[in-house]
C-alpha cells in the first residue's frame, strides 16, 4: 500500500487554493464576494471574475477531497490507488494540457501516470 498518490493529491489542492490566495486576479474577486456575499452583480466582467475565482478555490477544494478519499480507501483496503483512478486523472489531465498547456494539469496528468505506473497486482483480480 502506498499513501503517496493521496499526498500528492492533497498536496496539488492545497497548492491551487493557495495559488487561488495568493494571486491578487483571483484574491481580490474573493474578496468581493466575502464583502457582499454575492457573484450575482449587474456587471458581467465582474460577474465572470468572481466566477472564475470561486470555481478556482472549488477545484482545489475537490483535490483535497479525492486525495483525502483515497487516503481512506489505502488504509482500509490496504491496497494501491485502483488503476481506474489512474486512468481517470490521466484523462483529465490530458483533456487539461490540450485545452490549457500552460496550467497546472500536467500535476494532474503526472499524477495519473504515477498511479498506472505503480501498477496494481490486486485491485482488478477477484479473490476468492
Known sequence: MSLTSSNLLVST????SGVGLIIPEL???LLRIATECTTQIADV???YERQCSFWFQVAGIMMISQGYLLRKYCLATKKKAPQWFGWYLSGMGTVGVIVMPASGFWLILGQGLFILYQGDDT???KTK
Open 27 to 29: 484574491r481580490d474577486p
Open 13 to 16: 489542492g492545497i497548492f491551487h
Open 123 to 125: 485491485n482488478d483480480k
Open 45 to 47: 466582467n465582474d460577474r
